[in-house]
């Protein structure tokens, strides 16, 4: 059995701790209003950004807690904010854990931190780019790595799932490579195809599971289901199932390809291995939500 806290206890760490639960294990879910989070949690109220607040809600706990899963995400898109989500809030949140006897450690990070030419497939053994936002997230995975003996980073790609209905309803609506907004949220600014990397929150929560469960995990993963596509053939798949013309996406496709082979050797399996299996449900999720 462990003792986990998920700091950072968004969308994925929720699904993450149900699972994980359902497993038999204790979950502290860290965030900076847990109200709304399941009652078989643990629910910690504390701010990444506040110290004193990580220390209050920890320092009860700290003698239990084995395993760190650090899912936070970034509250904006500037500098300031993926520092304090991915950098400064990983080293405060180890600091408030103080002497706690962690035996795994997990950070989600993601596979931003790759600037690689278009086309190229990209793994863990891929060179990373310390520019920009990218930095961070290394800072991110240095401190969880050096955290303990078996500290992981996962690049997690593209998440979606329930609730994220955002590329359907550009599709549904003829806006994906012609609205400026919604086509560059969707990965095709200027109406340019784009390969796509994604993964299903079930199997992201999946992996992260399996990895805290591994005997002799390497310290990165690369986080992408096994269906990388152009955003033109998942937009056809959509449409097609909507009822509505597919967007026109001028090609060759650009952006990198994610590959999971090291995940999927070190044992897991994928629930849903491709956007083919993962969007009917949310499609439904969308159609009925649009009546």
């Known amino acids: 059995m462990k003792d986990v806290l998920i700091a950072g206890c968004g969308w994925l760490g929720t699904a993450l701790g149900e699972r994980l639960v359902a497993a038999g294990h204790t979950v502290y879910a860290l965030r900076r209003d847990p109200r709304a989070l399941p009652s078989t949690f643990t629910r910690l109220a504390a701010d990444l950004a506040d110290p004193a607040s990580l220390r209050a809600a920890l320092a009860p706990h700290r003698d239990a807690i084995d395993t760190l899963v650090y899912a936070a995400g970034s509250g904006g898109r500037d500098d300031a904010s993926y520092r304090l989500a991915y950098d400064d809030g990983v080293a405060r949140t180890l600091d408030a854990l103080d002497s706690a006897p962690l035996e795994r450690a997990l950070f989600t990070s993601s596979t931003a931190v790759y600037d690689a030419a278009d086309g190229d497939e990209v793994d863990e053994d891929t060179p990373v780019t310390e520019a920009g936002h990218a930095a961070h997230l290394l800072a991110g995975e240095r401190r969880i790595q050096a955290a303990c003996p078996h500290g992981v980073a996962l690049r997690l790609a593209g998440l979606y799932g329930p609730g994220r209905t955002r590329l359907i309803q550009s599709v549904h609506e003829g ?35 399996h990895l805290l469960a591994h005997d002799a995990p390497a310290p990165v993963y690369v986080g992408v289901d096994q269906g990388v596509a152009p955003l033109s053939e998942v937009a056809a798949f959509l449409a097609e199932r909507l009822g509505v013309a597919p967007p026109t996406l001028e090609g060759p496709p650009l952006g990198k390809r994610c590959s999971s082979a090291r995940l999927r050797a070190s044992g897991y399996r994928f629930e849903i291995p491709t956007y083919r299996e993962g969007y009917p449900a949310i499609l439904d999720e969308y159609r009925a939500r649009s009546r």
């Open 175 to 209: 806006t994906l490579g012609r609205d400026g907004r919604s086509a560059h949220q969707a990965g095709a600014p200027g109406g340019r195809d784009r390969w796509t990397n994604r993964i299903h929150q079930r199997d992201a929560a999946g992996a992260i599971a």
